[in-house]
């Protein structure tokens, strides 16, 4: 069974700021340093276009 209210950190690929993404985006979410889109929603998932630091 899946958890609710995961956590992502992820590392930006074009910046490389860590930042504390919501597992289950339902928007776009775009790095707060640089702007280079982290996360597109996908299907109740977020579909993560940078590197996955630790999952929390
Ligand atoms: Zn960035």
New binding site residues.
Partial sequence: MERKGKFIRVN??????SQTIFGKASTKVR??????V?AIPAGGKAKIRSRVEEVL
């Fill in positions: 930006c690929s074009k910046c490389k700021a790095c707060l340093a640089c702007n280079a982290l």
